[in-house]
C-alpha cells in the first residue's frame, strides 16, 4: 500500500460521512469499514504481506484513526 491508497480511503470515508443522517446509517458505515470484512479490517489482514510490515502499519494507523474520528464526530452530532 501507499501514500496514494491511503489517502484515496481517506478521501473516501470523508465522503461516505457527509451523507450520514442517522445512528442507523453511522452503524453500517462502521460495519463496512470495521466489521469482519470491512475494508479496514481487510487492509490489516495484508500486514502480513507487505514487505515494509512498519510503514504498512502506520498507514492502516492513518486510516483508522481518520476513521474512528469521524465516527464519534457525527455520532455527537446526530446525538445532539
Do not use: C, H, P, W
Not at 10 to 23: A, G, H, L, Q, W
Not at 49 to 72: C, H, P, Q, W
Request: net charge neutral.
Amino acid at each position: 500500500m501507499n501514500e496514494e491508497r491511503v489517502n484515496s480511503i481517506i478521501s473516501e470515508i470523508n465522503t461516505r460521512f457527509e451523507s450520514v443522517n442517522d445512528m442507523n446509517e453511522l452503524y453500517l458505515l462502521k460495519s463496512e469499514y470495521l466489521g469482519k470484512k470491512g475494508i479496514i479490517t481487510e487492509l490489516q489482514s495484508g500486514i502480513k504481506d507487505a514487505t515494509d510490515k512498519k510503514s504498512y502499519g502506520i498507514m492502516i494507523n492513518k486510516v483508522r484513526t481518520r476513521f474512528n474520528e469521524l465516527y464519534y464526530e457525527y455520532q455527537k452530532k446526530i446525538e445532539n
